[in-house]
């Protein structure tokens, strides 16, 4: 994985730590999962402690900060001080990683989902690099088609997503199917789009499906929440989706409500973008769909 151009600021450490976790060496996954889980602690140690903690050399330490941009470990330990400190002042307690407990009743346990939305979102936010999302926006509202590939529930979140963009008039289509998504990607071209769904990013069908796409001359996007991963690396932009949330839903209601997310708000950014005309496609396309009367 490449190094950022500048280090990861307060704030955004932590996310970061999880979203790139998979893309690391063996080493690099044994520092960030210390990091992850005793922060505060940490803060605390020098880079010799540290390194006995997680039995790795100093010098793997080093390495590990300056992939975060850091010049070193005491730069990066300060940032992380910070971190800490903003998320400590924060008093919005959630009730994200609580589990449901046979007591739980149903208005119980419809706060604890709500924690795990309002989490994973927020997550998001931080991942979200928004020059990024602004320049997908710009590359849609000028392509001349866009297609998306997704497979299994990732496949559903394309569905939606086409079903968004055709209803204010773009030329698209979601395919889910691994060898139609491979002979469209293959005659695409310059001026068209391709976005691919993966949230490990390591999906081979979507990874080889965007690959094609990249080939054949056309702009291509990733979503997914791995930094560092397959799908991103065949991807002009890489769009990181949360994923911060506890054991309660497994992957469901955090990851999709993540993709959901991501992908309305380049919809919201696409409609402002030209109003007036969204607003008489998304009209003309209720009316199409509107069932006429029996006589």
């Not at 060898?179 to 081979?204: C, E, R, T, W």
């Not at 930094?227 to 309660?248: C, E, H, W, Y």
């Amino acid at each position: 994985m490449e190094s950022p151009n500048s280090p990861v600021k307060a704030g955004k450490i932590l996310d970061t730590l999880g979203a790139m976790q998979s893309s690391l060496t063996r080493v690099g996954q044994r520092i960030a999962h210390y990091i992850m889980t005793s922060p505060h602690k940490v803060t605390q140690l020098s880079i010799a402690d540290l390194s006995q903690e997680i039995n790795a050399g100093e010098a793997s330490v080093i390495r590990f900060c300056r992939l975060l941009g850091y010049k070193g470990f005491q730069n990066f330990k300060m940032e992380l001080a910070i971190e800490l400190a903003m998320v400590d002042s924060d008093d919005s307690s959630t009730l994200l990683d609580a589990e449901v407990v046979e007591n739980d009743d149903a208005h119980t346990i419809g706060l604890k989902l709500q924690g795990v939305i309002a989490n994973v979102l927020s997550e998001t936010l931080n991942l979200l690099d928004m020059q990024q999302v602004e320049q997908v926006v710009d590359a849609l509202h000028a392509c001349n088609s866009a297609y998306i590939f997704g497979v299994g529930a990732s496949g559903v979140t394309a569905e939606d997503m086409k079903h968004k963009l055709m209803r204010i008039g773009m030329r698209v289509d979601a395919l889910t199917n691994n060898h139609f998504m491979y002979m469209q990607a293959s005659l695409l071209k310059p001026g068209d789009v391709a976005v691919g769904i993966s949230h490990s990013g390591h999906s081979p069908e979507t990874t080889h499906a965007l690959h094609l796409a990249k080939e054949a001359g056309a702009t291509t996007v990733a979503l997914t929440h791995n930094l560092g991963s397959p799908l991103s690396k065949v991807a002009d932009f890489t769009l990181i989706n949360g994923n911060r949330q506890g054991r309660l839903q497994g992957d469901s209601i955090g990851t999709k409500t993540a993709q959901l997310f991501v992908l309305d708000l380049i919809y919201t950014l696409l409609v402002q973008k030209d109003p007036e005309r969204a607003k008489a496609n998304k009209l003309r396309t209720m009316d199409a769909l509107a069932v006429p009367r029996q006589t």
